[in-house]
């Protein structure tokens, strides 16, 4: 399994951008579905974007088309790029890999329980 390391959290104001990355260490980063998944105070986690190995992007319908999911594979980093930010995106945003996973085989592409490796989490505060 992949150890997965979280950076680039921080306050922004609303209609800000933060870019989160997410350092990974391990063999086979090529092999890994990789995605980003957050959790509110108070709500469930949920996911953000999800890419898998060929490249194909899944994004929840709040962050489409303000919400960016890339990835490094020479340095073996995953990136979140997050344009007009609003209250509703402040939460604790967490970066997960799977080895198994293949999201366009599923129903629910986003969902978070197939992933096996995680990182610590980086916050993200959005404030109006």
């Known amino acids: 399994q992949l150890q997965l390391a979280e950076s680039g959290g921080g306050s922004v104001q609303a209609g800000g951008s933060l870019r989160l990355s997410c350092a990974a260490s391990?063999?086979?980063?090529?092999?890994?579905?990789l995605g980003w998944f957050r959790q509110a105070p108070g709500k469930e986690r949920e996911g953000v974007a999800v890419v898998d190995r060929d490249g194909t992007t899944f994004y929840a319908d709040s962050v489409k088309g303000r919400f960016t999911i890339s990835k490094d594979n020479a340095a073996n980093i995953l990136y979140l790029q997050m344009n007009s930010l609003n209250s509703e995106d402040t939460a604790i945003y967490y970066c997960?890999?799977?080895?198994?996973?293949?999201?366009?085989?599923?129903?629910?592409?986003?969902?978070?329980?197939?992933?096996?490796?995680w990182g610590q989490g980086t916050r993200v505060t959005v404030s109006s």
């Open positions: 391990g063999d086979g980063y090529v092999n890994y579905c």
């Open positions: 997960a890999a799977d080895r198994d996973f293949r999201p366009s085989l599923v129903y629910r592409p986003l969902s978070s329980e197939p992933f096996g490796s």
